[in-house]
């Protein structure tokens, strides 16, 4: 029997202490990776994980799982950012966020306008792809016997030369909501104003060469098929799904000029993005807002005016849902990359 084990450990391809196989904290994208996998296995089955952005409505069994895993989640960090946000006798400053408004007077402009100032960027050769994301983002965690739960957080990924990356997310003061709390700079990811770090994490390098760890194309045709990919689809991606791809793309990458225009022009064709006119992100950035509905939600895109590039995503309920607190207009989730 002896013999017999040790043939077998010599035969196993994979080393104890290979790196690819530690145990550890999944990263964010992984994390979403294998949210997507497990609710694509159970789909047709009525039950799933309900995880991934709000875009498409899962079934009401799923998304159960889904609201008590994202309100176990937050609570810890409430209690960690109350204790530095209030005193021993205060209720913390935890708050749900106001949907963004989009001004009355502002002109509705078409996407095909920003793709041509999109295109026009990356003709001048402006700023280059860099993997690596800084991001404000939010999303609600519910319980069918509490009140809504809310934190906004700050994030920063950084890639190393090897490959390797790290991590740095922050609670951000609900009382200030967009102020940064977080620098990029060129020494590392460092704290500029209050913030309870979460957590700070280092990743061994990756071996994952699959989208959204490869590099994006920028030809129109490529980053289609790249972003499918990146959602383990076979199929055209609906808007909703091409909305999803954008985030999980731009939780990866800071896109260059190039890319960028290609990322415009595959929202420009896409069916139900309508224009709405000009609104102040939550970090004060003016940007063209253009919404889709679909599935019981309200999606709203904001991109910068002069290069077309992607500055946010909103998501707000567009029906109430009484048994978790939910009205119709509720801000479900939001995402500001900050480039």
């Known amino acids: ?8 450990r010599r ?13 550890g904290p999944l990263s964010h994208e992984s994390e979403s990776r294998l949210n997507h996998l497990m609710a694509s296995a159970s789909a047709g089955t009525g039950v799933g994980t309900g995880a991934g952005r709000v875009g498409e409505r899962r079934p009401r069994r799923s998304r159960t799982r889904l609201v008590w895993a994202l309100a176990a989640t937050v609570v810890v960090a409430v209690t960690a950012t109350a204790l530095l946000l209030a005193g ?7 708050a749900a966020p106001r949907p963004l408004v989009v001004r009355a007077d502002s002109t509705l402009v078409p996407l095909d306008t920003l793709v041509g100032r999109a295109e026009r960027d990356a003709a001048d050769g402006s700023a280059g792809l860099r993997k690596g994301t ?4 939010w999303s609600v965690g519910m319980s069918e016997d509490e009140p809504p739960i809310t934190l906004p957080v700050e994030r920063v990924v950084r890639w190393n ?12 003061d609900p009382r200030h909501p967009g102020r940064r709390v977080l620098t990029d700079a ?9 913030g309870h770090v979460i957590s700070e ?7 994952s060469d699959a989208p959204p760890q490869s590099p994006p194309p920028h030809d129109v045709t490529r980053l289609r098929a790249y972003l499918r990919e990146a959602q383990h689809v076979d199929t055209p991606l609906t808007t909703g799904e091409l909305l999803d791809a954008t ?5 990866t990458w800071t896109l260059g000029a190039r890319e960028n225009a290609a990322l415009a022009r595959l929202l420009a064709d896409a069916k139900g993005l309508r224009p709405v006119g000009q609104v102040t992100d939550r970090l004060g950035r003016l940007g063209q807002a253009y919404v889709y509905d679909g599935a019981g939600y309200r999606r709203m895109l904001i991109m910068d005016p002069a290069d077309g590039a992607v500055l946010g995503l909103e998501a707000t309920a567009a029906v109430d849902e009484p048994e978790y607190g939910v009205e119709a207009g509720d801000v479900m989730d939001y995402s500001a990359w900050i480039r």
């Open 1 to 8: 029997m002896t013999d017999e084990l040790e043939l077998l």
């Open 11 to 23: 035969a196993n391809p994979v080393r104890d202490d290979d790196p690819r196989f530690a145990e």
């Open 88 to 94: 021993p006798n205060t209720t913390p400053a935890v």
């Open 134 to 137: 800084h991001a404000q983002s």
């Open 161 to 172: 030369a090897d490959d390797s990356h790290t991590e740095l997310v922050v609670a951000t």
């Open 186 to 194: 060129d020494d590392g990811p460092r704290l500029v104003d209050d």
């Open 201 to 207: 994490q280092t990743f061994p390098p990756s071996w």
């Open 247 to 251: 985030s999980l793309l731009l939780d």
